[in-house]
């Protein structure tokens, strides 16, 4: 039988090689030896993860390589999950995500989506052509602390800058942080149109969510 | 003085011209805007399905001094649709987009239409060129195509898409094959329409996405059976890729189209030191064209044309806010420089 260390290295290489069938293979061997889920999930699935996102960085990986990993990580997320302590999504910083209406491309807005729930953020998925109203009345059901608002396309970016008016006239613009990324997104966008942030990709999108929400 | 049409294609046969040429081809590189429709009082989306008000908005471009080319149509979901994809045909603000996919799976391509170049939107698209051609002289006629890999992320889940062309990799190949017929089918049909030239966009198909392997696998491979298939007595062809080349330029060199056209997170700079030998086409910030003014739009114009671009264009065409006066100003800017 396998050592805990030598399942958590199948897991996260598992996770790296975009090896589904053999992440969840591990997850279950690792569970069946009676080791903690949780552990399972960030030094194996998570650091899997997380070793993929510095290889994008890196330019060794492309968005195609990082799309599979995760598929790797949610095969093995979808066996240890069930077996986590009860923790109350309450606990959790929660962020609402979506494509902007008129605009269904959603490719970077799911590679921020994985980052940042690989990164331990709950976030609540709109998907794409999403209606404006629509974020800001998610993020006052869920009680949001923050807001991912994405666009590959100058038409559709003007709804930014509305989503942002429209948590204004909710009266919860102060406690909901909004950040902003895509194609035709700058930083000097972000400013012009009162945003919190702007991220150039999905790993800058967690170092500015944390660093929004003071969360180390 | 060299007509538009003249220059250009001198411009695409590799000859010296007076100056650069100032297009902007049509198809995902919109150029039609709001205020260009109010002059002209023809509007989208009406203008998606309609052969003579597409033709004529196409005209405007040219008359209204905008860009030296008509060119049709002015989204990138023709082919889609007529493979069985639902589109919304978006406002006079919103480009159409896809809001149906017809299969799960490259595996199932099958279950997708031909593409019939004798109705729907095909026909559409056909027509207007076909006015435009007997209407028309000087002007060069733009046809447009969307590329493969952005056809097959149109017509199923692009995230399915791409991670099947690593799983299910001979099935891709044989469903990029179909598209690829399909894009030539409606291609040849431009060019025997009237079209002058082809220009081909392929933004989903980037090498930020893909990667060098696949973006040469799948990416280049099938733009090049596009292009190789198209007649020869055609002007010439562009192929614009969006996002960042810098992963890929040894690959986007081997894209055998007479022109190249990069969106303007690439420096034209950058890519003229590595494409020394390719005719350039870009790039001047979509961006700063709709929100930009005059003064900074013919600034950017006058810096793409230092830097080596043979074609000025809208690096990806336009929004549709866009101020007129701002859209104006990259051919007016071309030519201040070549009055000097």
Do not use: W
């Not at chain 1, 302590?85 to 605009?103: A, H, R």
């Not at chain 1, 969510?209 to 969360?215: E, F, G, S």
């Not at chain 2, 969106?263 to 494409?275: G, N, P, T, W, Y």
């Amino acid at each position: 039988m396998s050592s805990k260390e030598e399942l958590l290295q199948r897991l996260s290489d598992g996770v790296v090689e975009m090896e589904e069938d053999d992440v969840a293979e591990a997850a279950q061997e690792y569970l069946d030896a009676g080791y903690p889920a949780f552990d399972g999930i960030m030094e194996g699935l998570v650091d899997g993860m997380n070793r993929a996102s510095q290889l994008y960085e890196e330019e060794e990986y492309f968005v195609t390589d990082v799309l599979l990993c995760s598929d790797a990580m949610y095969a093995g997320l979808d066996i240890l999950r069930p077996y986590l302590p009860e923790v109350s999504n309450d606990d959790k910083v929660t962020g609402v995500i979506g494509v902007v209406e008129g605009d269904t491309h959603d490719i970077g807005k799911n590679l921020v989506k994985i980052m940042l729930e690989t990164a331990g953020f709950n976030m609540i998925d709109l998907g794409r052509d999403v209606p404006l109203a629509k974020f800001v009345e998610t993020a006052k059901e869920e009680n949001a602390d923050f807001v991912c608002l994405s666009t590959l396309m100058t038409t559709t970016m003007g709804g930014m800058e509305t989503v942002i008016h429209l948590l204004e006239e909710a009266g919860i613009r102060d406690r909901v942080k909004v950040m902003i990324g895509g194609g035709p997104i700058s930083q000097k966008y972000a400013d012009k149109i009162g945003a919190d942030g702007y991220s150039q990709n999905a790993v800058e999108a967690v170092k500015l969510a944390k660093k929004l929400l003071d969360i180390a | 003085m060299l007509t538009p049409k003249e220059r250009l294609k001198m411009i695409l046969d590799g000859r010296k011209v007076d100056r650069p040429a100032c297009i902007c081809p049509g198809g995902m590189m919109n150029m039609v805007t709001s205020e260009l429709m109010d002059r002209v009082k023809v509007y989208m989306p009406d203008a998606h399905k309609d052969a003579r008000m597409m033709a004529d908005l196409a005209k405007a471009v040219y008359e209204e001094g905008c860009f030296e080319n008509y060119g049709v149509p002015f989204c990138m979901t023709v082919e889609a649709e007529e493979m069985g994809a639902q589109v919304d045909m978006g406002t006079n603000v919103y480009e159409p987009h896809v809001t149906g996919y017809v299969i799960g799976s490259v595996s199932e391509y099958q279950k997708l239409h031909q593409v019939d170049i004798n109705q729907g939107r095909a026909k559409v698209v056909l027509d207007a060129i076909r006015i435009l051609k007997e209407e028309t002289k000087d002007v060069p006629i733009v046809g447009n195509l969307t590329g493969p890999i952005s056809t097959a992320s149109s017509v199923m889940e692009p995230v399915t898409f791409y991670k099947e062309l690593r799983k299910k990799n001979q099935e891709a190949h044989a469903y990029m094959e179909f598209i690829t017929n399909q894009l030539i089918t409606f291609g040849r049909a431009q060019i025997e329409a009237g079209a002058d030239l082809i220009a081909v966009s392929d933004p989903s198909g980037t090498g930020e996405i893909l990667g060098p392997k696949y973006f040469k696998e799948f990416a280049v491979t099938y733009i090049n059976r596009l292009l190789d298939a198209l007649q020869e007595e055609k002007m010439g062809t562009i192929v614009h890729i969006c996002g960042q080349m810098s992963p890929v330029y040894k690959e986007v060199d081997e894209v055998r189209s007479s022109a190249l056209s990069f969106d303007s997170i690439v420096s034209m700079k950058e890519a003229r030191e590595h494409l020394k030998d390719r005719i350039l086409m870009g790039n001047v910030s979509t961006y700063a064209l709709e929100f930009g003014d005059p003064d900074r739009v013919k600034m950017l114009t006058r810096s793409c044309v230092k830097s080596g671009s043979d074609i000025i264009s809208p690096a990806c065409g336009l929004g549709m806010k866009s101020p007129l006066r701002n859209v104006q100003s990259v051919l007016a800017g071309v030519k201040e420089i070549y009055v000097q």
